[in-house]
């Protein structure tokens, strides 16, 4: 008598854990623009686990997978793993941090004020709204202007964080100039160290300025080992310097 009860329990325990564990939903969270298979099912094999399984949600939202959305992809990919388990629905979640207008305005007041030539100051900074950008470190860029001038100058700002790519929003800003001396540092025909900055990297190289040029003033360089005039900032008698 015991051993058919102990038989009944034990397969009433092994369908009630089977039940939950089909029932209950995954939910996983990721940093990036794209979702991996290793962030749906972290017990993949490391090969499978890199396939690309489709965009990320927007910073801040979710989406809802289904354990046959996961399987038509790895069928897509033409593998197949038979002791892969796969939940009946995943939640993917994409954390999400917010920057109000007065932190965003901070951000790009820094970045202008790290770009301003000499003599140039910055007045005001006029951004419009705040915006959600993923989790993670944030980088603020602006593409610098080829030239500054004192009044209203609209710029791009980039703002990138973590991993994610950058998003590109629009800054107004209010710039003086005061009168500085715009006697040239360097003259035409002088031999300068060309700086090519991005971030994160310089590259330097020797070439020739094909003009004279005083201190923040963009002339064009020839270098010397290339055949091709680039723009580039003076900022002393034998430096200029390019922003990628």
Do not use: Y
């Not at 951000?107 to 709204?129: F, Y």
């Not at 998003?167 to 100039?177: D, G, S």
């Amino acid at each position: 008598m015991k051993k058919p009860l102990l038989l009944s329990l034990l397969a009433a325990l092994s369908g009630i854990t089977a039940t939950a564990d089909a029932a209950a939903p995954a939910r996983v969270s990721v940093l990036g623009d794209r979702i991996l298979i290793a962030d749906l099912l972290p017990g993949a094999p490391v090969e499978i686990g890199a396939l690309d399984f489709g965009p990320a949600p927007q910073p801040g939202h979710s989406r809802w997978l289904s354990r046959g959305e996961i399987r038509r992809r790895l069928h897509q990919a033409m593998v197949h793993v038979p002791r892969l388990r796969i939940p009946r629905r995943i939640q993917v979640g994409r954390p999400a941090q917010r920057l109000s207008e007065p932190q965003l305005r901070r951000l790009v007041q820094q970045a202008v004020m790290a770009r301003l030539p000499a003599g140039a100051s910055l007045r005001h900074v006029g951004v419009v709204g705040g915006v959600v950008l993923p989790a993670g470190n944030i980088t603020t860029e602006i593409d610098t202007p080829a030239r500054w001038h004192p009044g209203r100058q609209v710029v791009r700002v980039r703002l990138q964080a973590g991993a994610s790519a950058a998003i590109v929003v629009p800054a107004t800003l209010t710039i003086e100039m005061a009168s500085v001396d715009r006697t040239p540092l360097v003259r035409r025909g002088d031999r300068v160290i060309i700086a090519a900055r991005a971030p994160g990297l310089e590259v330097r190289t020797r070439g020739v300025a094909q003009r004279d040029g005083a201190s923040g003033e963009t002339i064009a360089v020839l270098p010397l080992n290339g055949n091709r005039v680039l723009l580039a900032r003076v900022r002393d008698a034998n430096n200029v310097e390019i922003d990628l």
